[in-house]
């Protein structure tokens, strides 16, 4: 028996040891490649695939059903990928034209560059039957969705064609689209394959589920024939036009204007980008999409400006990213005017470096100049960021932080405390080589006129993760005078902890794929009180995926509250609020259930009642999607919270809806439109986009916003963009 054990161990170590060593090699050629989906050149006939495929969902234990092959070619200036996805016919499922599509519920295939070899960040080009393209930033080693950055753009080039049982892709992709190391031989490199008609997501090397399919720690090799030389990468600039006219009802105040300016880049070596704005404007990016919030605390919503996307995890992934994030740089932008409301803030100029100094170390420096608004009492600010992270053991690394914001001369309406803000901070992410073991582990102190103490936070993480059992170990402490104004800190003087246990299980048989039962305790005490419990949380809940895509999540919450000051949860404009200084325990349940995505029309739903303070709180969030694919698809998002609290407090019914609709005429030409209405803020809005890429990179944008007072249906702001920018590389 031992001997049997003995020799099982070893097989499945060699197997092992055999899918790590995978490796493609990447052949180097003097000839032209035309781009045109057919790979009829020489070149590519000679080209050994990676193929050998193996399964990921539904299981992980299997080869794929439909293979493919993934070939290599790279000249002095470009990468070249030729690449043939087998299909069981042409039944694809292609949501829609538009660039940057997400990847789940669609036929597609996606490949992932590692080019530093560090297991932490990477580069990724993916394409679907139609030859529609995505290109994605990836950082802290595919640990975590946050890590995906799909706003950034690149240029690159690729077409499709459609065969009876297969399709090709064919890509051209500048080697300085790339970052890497001047005569590197060897990148990691993997990739991963959505198959809709045989219900399969198959992965180039071998990746265990409990792990995301884009995990870093599993990877293979691109071998290149002669080393890579120095990437020739041009200084780029965009250029932009804007012609705008608006009207402020409620203020009877309109504006029409004429703007210019514009982003430039500089690669510096191999491995550095210089970045540079001048007067940015960022009035074709989507608005974004309101939330319903009944806390007390602050919302954090992603960044979506495409200045501050790349390597933003240089700057942005410090300290906790729910507590304690000392950058978060939508705070660049928005100032507080006089009456302490949130209001755009023009930046006048910006620059930023960021990129691998060599192998192990990386740096991030980033400086936006604002301008003053003196009539909103709002100074002219500097706010610089500097960043370093330094690779250790596999995939680990270490970081140093230092942030500040300063007005740039004195002011009357400038309070002392206010004249500068400064943060200097360490981290230290664990990832193991297989990414069983993961971590982070910070301390960040700031700086502020008149403030001599309990200006820190500090937290940990430990996170073990294989396929049974996943455990967390997690706190943070963020003292009561820690301030960062260019961070999201939503509330200080606390001490959080926030462990998670969880069981997980593989079913053989049945349409269940697999489950899982956890339970998460999220415990708040006041410092300052000594030790006060203030909150404290328990998620109790069963997850289950189904074979058919399919997913079902049951809950329940256990809450404490109590109150330091006076709170309406609904909202309510003259209710009585909640008292201060009350504690308030209730229970609450809930369930979620997310629909094949593969339909043609697919939907979620998350219904929830229970226990709300003192009262009861009945929530339903749903959204349906419906395609007619390719070019047209639309969703509704509905956000319903019926809140009973007994007298004298207020009820409240809260209900947000959000259509959206999204046209795509041509793989050039997109036409969105984003409706919200939301009874609590009493407005409606209207945002609708067109688009038209004329060229690579460069685009003619018209947008159009209106903005309607619901209570009387009066109209409070409107405004037409016309917005042109263009791409020029020197």
Not at 96 to 108: E, T
Not at 302 to 323: A, K, V
Request: proline letters at 4%; glycine letters at 6%; hydrophobic letters at 35%.
């Amino acid at each position: 028996m031992k001997k049997l054990l003995f020799l099982l161990f070893f097989a499945a170590f060699c197997a092992q040891s055999q899918i790590k060593k995978k490796s493609v090699v990447v052949k180097y050629i003097n000839q032209e490649i035309t781009i045109d989906g057919a790979l009829n050149e020489n070149a590519w006939a000679g080209a050994k695939p990676a193929t050998d495929f193996f399964q990921y969902f539904p299981t992980d234990t299997a080869r794929a059903i439909r293979q493919a092959e993934i070939k290599f070619l790279f000249d002095d200036e470009n990468l070249y990928v030729g690449i043939k996805v087998y299909a069981k016919g042409k039944d694809y499922i292609v949501p829609s034209l538009r660039r940057d599509f997400r990847a789940g519920g669609s036929d597609n295939i996606t490949l992932m560059f590692d080019t530093f070899n560090d297991g932490t960040n990477a580069f990724i080009f993916g394409s679907n039957p139609y030859g529609v393209r995505r290109e994605i930033l990836l950082s802290g080693g595919g640990n975590d969705l946050r890590g995906f950055n799909g706003a950034w753009d690149t240029k690159w080039f690729g077409e499709s064609k459609i065969h009876d049982d297969h399709y090709i892709l064919e890509w051209k992709i500048p080697l300085y689209a790339f970052k890497y190391r001047e005569g590197e031989t060897k990148w990691r490199f993997n990739s991963y394959h959505f198959d809709t008609q045989d219900n399969e997501r198959n992965t180039w090397i071998n990746i265990p589920q409990n792990q995301f399919i884009f995990n870093l720690a599993y990877m293979g090799d691109m071998i290149f024939e002669k080393p890579l030389g120095k990437s020739k990468s041009p200084i780029w600039i965009a250029p932009y036009i804007n012609a705008f006219t608006g009207k402020d009802y409620e203020s009877n105040e309109s504006d029409n204007s004429f703007t210019f300016g514009g982003d430039a880049r500089l690669t510096v070596g191999n491995s550095m980008n210089l970045d540079v704005t001048i007067n940015p404007d960022f009035s074709q990016v989507e608005v974004d999409q309101q939330v319903t919030n009944l806390t007390r605390f602050e919302i954090g919503l992603p960044e979506r400006r495409q200045f501050f996307i790349e390597n933003s995890d240089l700057f942005g992934d410090f300290g906790d990213s729910r507590d304690a994030n000392p950058f978060f740089s939508r705070r660049i932008g928005i100032a507080r005017d006089a009456n302490d409301n949130n209001i755009q803030n023009r930046i006048i100029a910006g620059a930023r470096l960021s990129g691998k100094l060599n192998d192990d170390l990386r740096l991030g420096f980033l400086n936006m100049q604002t301008d003053e608004d003196v009539a909103n009492e709002i100074p002219s600010v500097n706010n610089a960021v500097i960043s370093l992270q330094q690779k250790v053991f596999s995939r680990s690394n270490i970081s140093l932080l230092f942030i500040n914001k300063q007005a740039t001369k004195d002011y009357t309406f400038l309070a002392e405390q206010d004249r500068f803000n400064r943060v200097v901070g360490v981290d230290y992410v664990l990832a193991s080589k297989d990414n069983t073991w993961s971590g982070k582990y910070f301390f960040n102190k700031s700086f502020s006129p008149g403030v001599k103490s309990k200006d820190f936070t500090a937290g940990f993480r430990t996170e073990f993760n294989n396929r049974r059992l996943g455990i967390r170990l997690s706190g943070v402490y963020v003292a009561g005078n820690f301030r960062s104004d260019l961070g999201f800190i939503r509330r200080t003087d606390i001490f959080k902890i926030n462990p998670q246990f969880e069981l997980k299980f593989w079913p053989k048989k049945g349409n269940i794929q697999r489950h899982s039962f956890s339970v998460t305790p999220i415990y708040i005490w006041r410092p300052s009180m000594d030790y006060l419990n203030s909150d404290y949380t328990i998620f109790s809940q069963w997850r289950a995926s189904f074979k058919n895509n399919a997913e079902l999540n049951i809950r329940m919450a256990n809450r404490f509250i109590r109150l330091f000051g006076e709170f309406d949860p609904t909202g309510t404009d003259g209710a009585i609020p909640l008292p201060a200084n009350q504690n308030y325990h209730y229970t609450s349940f809930g369930m979620s259930f997310r629909s094949d995505q593969r339909k043609t029309v697919s939907y979620r739903v998350n219904p929830s009642y229970g226990g709300f303070f003192n009262g009861t709180r009945l929530s339903l969030e749903a959204n349906m999607t419906v395609r007619l694919q390719p070019y047209f698809s639309g969703s509704i998002q509905v956000n319903y919270d019926k809140i009973n609290l007994p007298n004298p407090y207020p009820d409240a019914s809260i209900l947000l809806v959000g259509p959206r609709l999204d046209v795509t005429f041509t793989k050039n030409i997109f036409w969105a439109t984003f409706l919200q209405y939301s009874n609590q803020r009493k407005n409606f809005s209207i945002n609708t986009r067109l688009q038209w890429r004329v060229a690579p990179l460069s685009d003619l944008f018209l947008v159009y916003n209106d903005n309607y007072a619901t209570d009387i249906f009066s109209p409070r702001f409107r405004s037409l963009n016309l917005k042109f920018t263009y791409w020029l590389n020197i």
